[in-house]
């Protein structure tokens, strides 16, 4: 159906919605109910093996760039991190105060975690 | 009949062990008509008894000792015409090696030499008489000789043919063999010493490691081997045998008879080695000879003489009882069979065949091999043995074991006959039992006809009566028909009503099915457009994140596919990871309910942070302040909207859009004062522009009209005493006051000129420009430097050395469009940014104008800029009510951490393979060199393991791993790292089957505990190719699928005991790719060729192949459903197959 670039890995995702294989440097997705093509991630290196954590929350790869091998992650947050901040957009419109959760919180420095909205915080003075 | 002279020399050699006064007689029988070569040999024979005692001395004790010729035999040297290729052997006086002949025939033989400084009489005897003895059999389980010579230094050797094999004990170990085949492999050997007891020599040396095992044809054939003490029967194999003289112990003593114990020479016959097989037989039966030879060895020859001729051993059913229980375990896993089981099998028969072939008195023995043999065969037939006291009972038992089928059938006869016999006799004795019925029924019926008669007279005179009844009955019945037939009517107008009732209903029914089915395509059309829609804007999605587009207009496109309540969820992890990158580079914003956010500020000491923002044009303003640091709201104030804290920090000054300035008290918020300032009549577009001065309570005000497209009037004053001080025409409305307070600098948007004001005097000190519209102006900390952004058609910002006055640098902001924007420089005045109407975020180096940062995701046009007071951070504001955060420095990589560098040592082989536990919690690489877990919450290598290692499998409670460890077969290769010899000789050693390692060390599965990498347990995979080519474990994890390269044939193997399980032979002639279902039902094979094929392993059919590519499929992978799998081929496809097939 498809003519690509030879490919060095394939998976199935996790929750079998998607079809991942490498194909030079870019991981491709495909869906499988329709079987067309989702567009690609773009990660650095030539890319060799790899895998997708259950979660769906780690892509783990092999950089075979040169002739060096690096075992590399890639972190794409849960979709429970991106869907809470979604609520908070829509749910806290008439609040004083938002929370907010940030994707990737977990990779930036201290400090930048998710807000919680004290109670006395909810009157303006 | 043509002999070579090899033929010759064999049978002058075998002549030479004959008494002389039988040589003759032997030289005749040999040759038979061959007359010419009866000559040659007789010659031979002659010259032999001429040369007297010259050939009884070797060469080299014929030298002087200076004179002998001494050397080592090396690899690659000639002896004869044979090349040495390598050692195989060394015994106390002989070395084995392993030769090429290249004439009259290339083959690769064995040749057995004396070794150096060993040719004394008595191992030249011993070696004669072992050349002789082989010479004299002719046996397919006797290693043959085919030539033999002396060297050129005199020492003598043979060439004899090149066995390949291990112990016979070995070789029943390593593969399992039950015990009957274990039985039928010994009968084999017997038959190879009782040809040599027929010819005329005894072995004396029997021990499973002078029994080895070969294939041919894929069949096991014993070889006896190492005559090297035999001896003969009658007369003696050479002149020589002195080595037999009084007193030398020879032999092995675990396997040594009591009479060869006793070492008198003469008293050793051919039931000596009949019970050196019974040892081999107890040791293949009970996985161990009669007496430890460990405790052999640590006894002295008197002890070992005792113990031989007068301890009698258990016999072996007893011996497996004395084991431990994991040697039991291990003997009877070897056998295939459980240890009760075991015991069972060796108990009776076999026990009594041994015992009787390993009595001490040798009488008592077998008489011949040949008869041990016959015992041993008995006992695989089921026939009675010698061994055992033939009862009557044990006759029986074993007539009915040999003859199963007739005993079975002879019962089956006898049971039919029983039984028939007893139903003959049963249905006779009911048949009795109905006749005397029949009568007594009949005399009954007689008396029953006589009573019926009499009862039919009474019957006569009632009918008289029942007439006159009967028609009054009719009457009534032609009533009740007429009554009928008018219910029958109105029977038919019900029944045509019902009838018309359920049309209505199937009818109704129908139209419900056709409306379900409608809805059901419809619905499944909706699911696919929704998917297609979805495909379709994912693609897109990736397109516009690619071209850096609108990240407001991606999260558009992500958010339609949030799914709503009924709804399938179709998004994956391609949705989540556009999701992020659609975020941009903020790091944070939250909303402040303002509307829009005209202006920030932050106070002095860093704490506040104060916004100002309005709702549409002509709405009142309000002002909100923050705490910095945890964004939490302190403070709001309305109809106000202009601030700036005083330079002490104490006091928060906000002016209404009327020009009325308003005091608030920081931190308490309560109101200090207010007064009115500049007479301004606000029109709904309007705003106020302030500066306060940095070093006194001066306040600068002004009017801004939309935009700032019209001049202003700027008035001073100072509010603290809420007096005006000055008021400076034609100013403009952009201000800011140099650090000093001696200046401020006004923007002139009418004139786009920049007017410095002495703030003292109120006159303009200096003019600079024009600049064109002017949005935004800043003056640096230190107060060196002015910034002007001028967001033009194509927007910059100009930057002005205060001291000077001259021009710096023209920083390019992309463009604006006359949106306005801002500009703002760090406290430290290091960096300098400007956002605006683009909604990108600039940051440049002030001192080189190099661009440091430029950051997208605001989603709205900004005009509030501030940094924050430890200049880390940017704060912007805009065309929306919300805050943003941003960072100055963006973090080195927010999606990608490089884990780890695996050495490059060789590139083809350092492919990373890699499996993720099933909580997420670890990742399990490995490559050539080590196998590692790493701790993906903290992303350091917790555990590592040695060697090439294919992870395959983590079980679901996160305890177990199964790896491949494919480091001996990595090993085997030429490898460069093993590069000093040393190395490779020991690589080698462990990988090529020698005497010692008769196997090569396999590739092994290993069972190991997470998450330190311990070793549980291995399991050996049998080599059948130069390596696996491709492995994959099952999602239970109870078998693992492979294959070995070059070789067609996938094994499905049990990892709880590393057998296998099931041999598939696939349509390929190699097997690349395996993938199991999730149910561990069936699995997918390919690889060269066109075909993959499907296997249920839960039965035995045969594949399902599909004809799936042009060229060789490389890759398989299975869904987690189950559902689908997809192939793809070095053609340059991919497929996906679906195994439900069409709904």
Sequence with gaps: MERYENISAMQFSPDGKTFWATTGTVLKAWQVQTQRELGSLPLNGRIGDFSLSSDQQYIGYCDNTLNERRLMLLRIPPRTDVDAQLVTESEHSGSSVVRARIPGATLLPAGDETIEPAASDMTAP | MNHSLQDDALLFSAALAMPAAERARFVARACGNDAARRQRVEDLLRSHKDSGEFLEESLSSRLQPNQRLEYEIKLGDLIGRYKIVQKIGEGGCGAVYEADQEEPVRRRVALKVIKLGMDTKTVVARFEAERQALALMDHPNIAHVLDAAATDSGRPYFVMELVRGIAITDYCDHNRLPTKQRVQLFIQVCRAVQHAHQKGVIHRDLKPSNILVTLHDGEPVPKVIDFGIAKATQGRLTDRTLFTAFEQFIGTPAYMSPEQAECTELDVDTRSDIYSLGVLLYELLAGCPPFEPRSLKAAGLDEIRRIIREVDPPRPSNRLVGLTKADHLTAAKNRTTTPAQLSAQLRGDLDWIVMKALEKNRSRRYETVNDFASDAQRHLQNEPVLARSPSAAYRFRKLVARYKAPFTAAAVVLLTLVVGTTLSTWRFLEERKSRQRAVIAEQSEAHERVRAQEAQRTAEQSRGEAELSQREAENQ???????????????????????????????????????????????????????????????????????????????????????????????????????????????????????????????????????????????????????????????????????????????????????HVHLWRTGSWEALGDFPTANVTPTPNQRIEIAISPTDTIIAICPDSAYGKLGGTVWLYDYKSQKEIARLDDAGCRLAFTPDGAHLITGSTQQGMINIWNVSQGVIKKQLGPVGYISSLSVSRDGRTLAVFSPGKTATVRLWNLKTFLAGRTLACGEQNFLPGAVAFSPNAEWIACAGGDKIVRVWKTATGRPVSTMQGSGNV????????????????????????????????????????????????????????????????????????????????????????????????????????????????????????????????????????????????????????????????????????????????????????????????????????????????????????????????????????????????????????KKSIKHIAFSPDGDTFATASIDQTHKFWSLIGPS
Excluded at chain 2, 606 to 635: T, Y
Excluded at chain 2, 1054 to 1082: E, F
Aim: contains cysteine.
């Design chain 2, 862 to 1109: 900004i005009w509030a800029l501030a940094f924050s007071p430890d200049g880390e951070q940017l704060f912007t504001g805009g065309r929306s009510d919300q805050i943003s955060i941003w960072p100055l420095t963006k973090p080195k990589s927010q999606e990608e951490i490089c884990i780890t560098t695996f050495a490059p040592v060789r590139p083809e082989l350092t492919q990373i393979s890699m499996l993720f536990n099933p909580g997420n919690t670890l990742l399990v690489a490995a490559d050539w060199e080590r196998l590692a877990v790493f701790d993906l919450r903290n992303a350091i290598i917790t555990a590592k393991r040695n060697g090439h290692h294919r992870p395959l499998w983590i079980s679901p409670d996160e305890k177990i791993l199964i790896s491949l460890n494919q480091t001996y077969r990595t090993a085997r290769k030429s490898d460069p790292i093993a590069t000093d010899e040393s190395t490779l000789k020991s690589l080698h050693a462990a990988v090529l089957p020698t005497r010692d390692h008769p196997t090569p060390l396999p590739e092994v599965l290993e069972v190991l505990g997470l998450p330190r990498l311990s070793l549980h347990r291995t399991l050996e995979l049998q080599a059948e190719g130069p390596g696996v080519e491709a492995i994959t474990a099952s999602p239970d994890g109870k078998q693992v699928a492979l294959s070995w390269r070059g070789k067609p044939d996938v094994l499905i193997l049990n990892t709880d005991s590393g057998v296998i399980a099931r041999r598939l032979v696939p349509r390929s002639t190699q097997t690349y790719a395996l993938a199991y279902s999730s149910d561990s039902r069936y699995l997918i094979t390919g690889g060269v060729g066109i075909f993959v094929e499907i296997w249920d392993l839960h039965t035995n059919e045969p594949s399902i192949a599909l004809a799936a590519h």
């Design chain 2, 477 to 659: 019945r032609h009533t009740a028909e007429e009554s009928q037939r008018q219910a029958e009517a109105d029977r038919r107008v019900a029944e045509k009503a019902r009838h018309d009732a359920e049309q209505a209903q199937t009818a109704a029914v129908l139209a419900r099915q056709h409306a379900e089915t409608a809805q059901q395509s419809a619905l499944t059309a909706a699911r696919t457009l929704s998917a297609h829609l979805y495909a379709a804007d994912m693609y897109a999605v990736q397109t516009m994140l690619r071209e850096k587009g609108d990240l407001s207009g991606v999260q558009r496109i992500l958010r339609a596919h949030l799914p709503q309540p009924g709804e399938a969820d179709l998004r994956g992890l391609e949705w989540n990871y556009a999701w992020q990158q659609s975020q941009g580079d903020k790091l944070l914003s939250w909303r402040t309910q303002q509307g829009i956010v005209r202006d920030l500020v932050f106070s002095p000491d860093g704490r506040f942070l104060a916004s100002s923002g309005r709702g549409e044009p002509g709405e009142q303003g309000h002002v909100r302040v923050w705490d910095a640091a945890s964004r939490r709201l302190l403070a709001q104030f309305v109809d106000t909207e202009c601030i700036s804290f005083s330079p002490d920090g104490t006091q928060l000054l906000t002016v209404t859009r009327s020009g």
